[in-house]
Structure formats: C-alpha cells, structure tokens
T-cell receptor, first 114, second 108 residues
C-alpha cells in the first residue's frame, strides 16, 4: 500500500489557463475526496466520490471546476480559466467506505496562478 | 450548519502537557476526528472518537462528550516535532468539516 498520491506536486500557471490535477487513492478505497486549503485555514470540502459516482459538490465548486473518477480508481480535478483566487493547495483524500472511516490524505498539489 | 471552535494558537514547552479544546455544533454526528498537520504538509490522522470518553494512544489522548459538543486532544511529553496545527474534525454526515485548527508551537 503506497498511500494516496497526487500529481503534480506544484503547478504554476497564468491566469486564464486550464489546469488538471490527478489523485490516485489507496487501492480498494471506495471514497475519494477533494479539498482546497489556503494559508492559515483548514481544508475546505469540494466534492467526493463513492466509486465512480460523484455524490456531493460544495457550493465552492464553481462551474469552472469539474472532477471525474471514471473507473472508480484515480480521479482528476480540472480548473478552467484559472483566476488568482484559485491559488491554493488542493488535497485529495480517500477512505475505505463511508463517513466514519479515516480519511488518508495525499501530499497535495500546490497551485499558483500568476 | 456546522460550527467549530478551537483556540487559534497555543504555546507550550518541550516535555510539558498541553490540552487543545474543541467545541462544535453540527447538524448530525458520526464521530469526531483529530488530525495533525505540519506546515506545508497534508493532514495525518491522529484519533477518532464516536462514543463518550477518553481514547488513549501513546502520548496522545482524545476525549469526547457528545452531549456537550466538546472534545479535547491531550498531548503528553511534548516534543519539538509536535509543533503543528491540530484540526478538530466532526463528521456530521457524509463529509468532514474542517475548521482552521490550533497552531501549537513547542518551545525548547
């Protein structure tokens, strides 16, 4: 078990560009979560998947954000037409089953929008 | 809605004991987690309480009172590496709710 991995670890982009992040959860974990974290704040929930189904999306997730988990394994988070306010750490976490299971976090992708 | 209240910052001395308190209000309750997060790193799991009482795990213990909406994390024999943010995370339903956490500084 190699834990949750995320790629890339760092991304610098210009305002208006599209970016895509990837998360590989712990194998056989059914749930996968995306969070965003800015300096001095706790992680903010964005969305989560139960297998390949996206079950909930936060209001923080504007129409510029989209997430997929096509085969119930890895997931991607895409941000279109990036804005400077999108600069943050994007964290992915996975858990075995449901809400009472421990979430294991990946190292995160730090996005800087210039 | 959800509301989590923790002290923003705490300072303690190496070798000492520190208690980080958390009060919460949630629309549902499926347990409460504590996570540790070092600067620039992802949160890592420390403890999970779903029933009232104290759970001890090495130098760290976590207490829960569901009726009071109250939990605390107790850190004993503090080490410099314990300098981090500590996140009290109620699980109201399907998702976790993270507050800003308590930033603990351990001084020599």
């Amino acid at each position: 078990d190699t834990g949750v991995s995320q790629n890339p670890r760092h991304k610098i982009t210009k305002r208006g560009q599209n970016v895509t992040f990837r998360c590989d959860p712990i194998s056989e974990h059914n749930r996968l979560y995306w969070y965003r974290q800015t300096l001095g704040q706790g992680p903010e929930f964005l969305t989560y998947f139960q297998n390949e189904a996206q079950l909930e999306k936060s209001r923080l997730l504007s129409d510029r954000f989209s997430a997929e988990r096509p085969k119930g394994s890895f997931s991607t988070l895409e941000i279109q037409r990036t804005e400077q306010g999108d600069s943050a750490m994007y964290l992915c976490a996975s858990s075995a089953r449901g809400s009472t299971d421990t979430q294991y976090f990946g190292p995160g992708t730090r996005l800087t929008v210039l | 809605g959800q509301n989590i209240d923790q002290p923003t910052e705490m300072t303690a001395t190496e070798g000492a004991i520190v208690q980080i308190n958390c009060t919460y209000q949630t629309s549902g309750f499926n347990g409460l987690f504590w996570y540790q997060q070092h600067a620039g790193e992802a949160p890592t799991f420390l403890s999970y309480n779903v029933l009232d009482g104290l759970e001890e795990k090495g130098r760290f213990s976590s207490f829960l009172s569901r009726s009071k909406g109250y939990s605390y994390l107790l850190l004993k024999e503090l080490q410099m590496k314990d300098s981090a943010s500590y996140l009290c995370v109620p699980a109201p339903g399907q998702n976790f709710v993270f507050g800003p956490g308590t930033r603990l500084s351990v001084l020599p």
